[in-house]
């Protein structure tokens, strides 16, 4: 995956001893992204999914960029070397990451660069996938092009060839013939690997547990005014809790990975003195300490409270938190499992999502005698989308919806078109040729 460097270079003093890999920081990721898309052979689109970016640099200059993501979803070699039941691998798959892109920058030749970079990343890439992704890795894997490499630098540092793959790329959902096998290479990144991925009841897929979350004292001031202007429908005998320090606690936790009853209140026991005071709970006369509402008080609260009423309520605070990136808005239905009406009939929603955040602007429930076409506008009317994109999928690919957004909300937007609107599905082919993606493929076995 690495790039070819010229040989006409000479090699230049370096201390290896004194290169860091590092993850990129969010204002390097543009740059780091038209580097691999203008020296790397394979060009670079993004991914969809997981990933992580990292450089290579020495007394910060870069000298290699290094891209991981999910791991193939079919390749033959490396299942056949893990030996995992095909249950299990669907399963345990996001246990193993892709290094999809590596590329020593152009400019400068450096001896023995490559692996000593490969072996620093891997030291730290399955901690790093805990942090960000909330869960370890413990294989790593990777497809060389015999026709350019010799996988020299994977051998070096110290990762198994495990043969050719079929020549095989998936594209729009189908798996397709190119002619270009490629070479399996996979690392162990823990002791056992092969072993643990394949061993039914152990090492199951684990989040981590709710994390802590960053709130300044504006936005939580911003948010306690939001929740007060809300009816609290309690009698007055009996409150220990304000409503809108329960609301605040909740909303907090699901904002840190909380996404059960009990992982809130377990979230609210862990908060920080100063941050129970911001969130406007409750303070004790007596040890003049801020107590959290436990996990009951937060579970009948949420039950009894009108969400969609919050909902409306929240949508420009949760938008508030992306720090003025104007992110795109998906659409999107689901119907709930184990959610029944009084007629038997299973609730259908549709939701407001914050691309790359995966925050919930709103919601609403899709009544039974109708469809999410007329639910679409309800769960954007209240919405505040000048600037920003609404994706969604082709059922919402409709005229109607389309003039509402850019003429009412000024908008813009990205619908899916299928095989039910034939006549703009040929409409679009016609401006469009045909192009692979990615280029060259990246084998998936």
């Given at each position: 995956?690495?790039?070819?460097?010229?040989?006409?270079?000479?090699?230049?003093?370096c201390?290896?001893?004194s290169?860091v890999?590092r993850l990129?920081?969010p204002g390097?990721?543009?740059?780091w992204?038209?580097l691999?898309?203008?020296h790397?052979?394979?060009?670079f689109r993004?991914w969809v999914g997981?990933?992580l970016?990292?450089?290579?640099?020495?007394?910060?200059?870069?000298?290699?960029?290094?891209?991981w993501?999910?791991?193939?979803?079919?390749c033959q070699?490396?299942?056949?070397?893990i030996?995992?039941?095909e249950?299990?691998?669907?399963?345990?798959?996001?246990?193993?990451?892709n290094?999809?892109?590596?590329l020593?920058?152009?400019?400068?030749r450096?001896?023995?660069?490559?692996?000593?970079?490969?072996?620093?990343n891997?030291?730290?890439?399955?901690?790093?996938?805990?942090?960000?992704?909330?869960h370890?890795v413990?294989?790593?894997e990777?497809?060389?092009?015999?026709?350019?490499?010799a996988?020299?630098?994977?051998?070096?540092a110290g990762?198994?060839?495990?043969?050719a793959?079929r020549g095989y790329?998936?594209r729009?959902?189908?798996?397709?013939?190119?002619g270009?096998?490629?070479i399996?290479?996979?690392?162990?990144?823990?002791?056992?690997?092969?072993?643990?991925?394949?061993?039914l009841g152990a090492?199951p897929?684990t989040?981590?547990?709710?994390?802590?979350?960053?709130?300044?004292?504006?936005?939580?001031e911003?948010?306690?005014?939001?929740?007060m202007?809300?009816?609290?429908?309690?009698?007055?005998?009996?409150?220990?809790?304000?409503?809108?320090?329960?609301?605040?606690?909740?909303?907090?936790?699901v904002?840190g990975?909380?996404r059960?009853?009990?992982?809130m209140?377990?979230?609210?026991?862990?908060?920080?003195?100063?941050?129970?005071?911001?969130?406007?709970?409750r303070?004790?006369?007596r040890?003049?300490?801020?107590v959290?509402?436990?996990?009951?008080?937060i579970?009948r609260?949420?039950?009894?409270?009108d969400?969609?009423?919050?909902d409306?309520a929240?949508?420009?605070?949760y938008?508030?938190?992306?720090?003025?990136?104007?992110h795109?808005v998906?659409?999107?239905?689901?119907?709930?499992?184990?959610?029944?009406?009084?007629?038997?009939?299973?609730?259908?929603?549709?939701?407001?999502?914050?691309?790359g955040v995966?925050?919930t602007?709103?919601?609403?429930?899709v009544?039974?005698?109708s469809?999410?076409?007329?639910?679409?506008?309800?769960?954007?009317?209240?919405l505040?989308l000048?600037?920003?994109?609404v994706?969604a999928?082709a059922?919402?690919?409709?005229?109607?919806?389309?003039?509402?957004?850019?003429?009412?909300k000024?908008?813009d937007?990205?619908?899916?078109v299928?095989?039910?609107q034939?006549?703009l599905r040929?409409?679009?082919?016609?401006?469009f040729e045909?192009v692979?993606?990615?280029p060259?493929?990246?084998d998936a076995g």
């Amino acid at each position: 995956m690495e790039a070819r460097q010229d040989p006409s270079l000479q090699d230049e003093p370096c201390d290896l001893r004194s290169v860091v890999v590092r993850l990129v920081r969010p204002g390097e990721r543009a740059e780091w992204d038209r580097l691999l898309r203008e020296h790397h052979y394979l060009g670079f689109r993004g991914w969809v999914g997981e990933s992580l970016r990292y450089v290579a640099e020495e007394q910060g200059r870069w000298l290699a960029l290094l891209g991981w993501c999910a791991a193939a979803l079919k390749c033959q070699a490396r299942d056949h070397w893990i030996g995992w039941p095909e249950v299990l691998k669907w399963q345990r798959l996001p246990l193993v990451v892709n290094n999809a892109r590596f590329l020593i920058l152009p400019g400068r030749r450096v001896a023995n660069l490559a692996s000593r970079v490969l072996a620093l990343n891997l030291k730290r890439l399955s901690q790093d996938w805990q942090v960000v992704h909330g869960h370890p890795v413990f294989l790593a894997e990777t497809f060389v092009d015999p026709r350019r490499f010799a996988g020299t630098c994977y051998r070096a540092a110290g990762w198994l060839e495990l043969g050719a793959t079929r020549g095989y790329r998936r594209r729009a959902g189908r798996y397709e013939a190119h002619g270009e096998p490629k070479i399996v290479w996979v690392r162990a990144l823990v002791p056992q690997a092969a072993q643990r991925l394949r061993t039914l009841g152990a090492e199951p897929m684990t989040k981590s547990s709710p994390r802590p979350i960053q709130l300044s004292a504006a936005k939580a001031e911003e948010l306690l005014r939001v929740l007060m202007r809300l009816p609290d429908g309690r009698q007055r005998r009996g409150r220990r809790h304000d409503q809108m320090s329960i609301l605040a606690v909740a909303i907090c936790a699901v904002l840190g990975g909380a996404r059960s009853y009990v992982a809130m209140g377990q979230w609210a026991q862990r908060c920080s003195q100063n941050l129970l005071k911001r969130l406007g709970c409750r303070r004790e006369a007596r040890s003049g300490r801020y107590v959290a509402p436990s996990e009951p008080t937060i579970r009948r609260r949420l039950q009894d409270i009108d969400a969609q009423q919050v909902d409306r309520a929240l949508s420009g605070w949760y938008a508030s938190l992306t720090d003025g990136t104007s992110h795109a808005v998906a659409i999107d239905g689901k119907t709930l499992r184990g959610a029944h009406r009084a007629d038997g009939s299973q609730v259908h929603l549709l939701s407001a999502v914050l691309h790359g955040v995966g925050v919930t602007l709103g919601q609403c429930e899709v009544e039974q005698k109708s469809n999410e076409i007329c639910a679409a506008p309800v769960l954007l009317a209240d919405l505040e989308l000048e600037g920003r994109v609404v994706t969604a999928d082709a059922l919402h690919t409709q005229q109607e919806l389309a003039r509402w957004l850019v003429e009412d909300k000024q908008a813009d937007y990205v619908f899916t078109v299928k095989d039910n609107q034939p006549t703009l599905r040929q409409d679009l082919a016609d401006w469009f040729e045909p192009v692979a993606f990615p280029p060259s493929g990246n084998d998936a076995g």
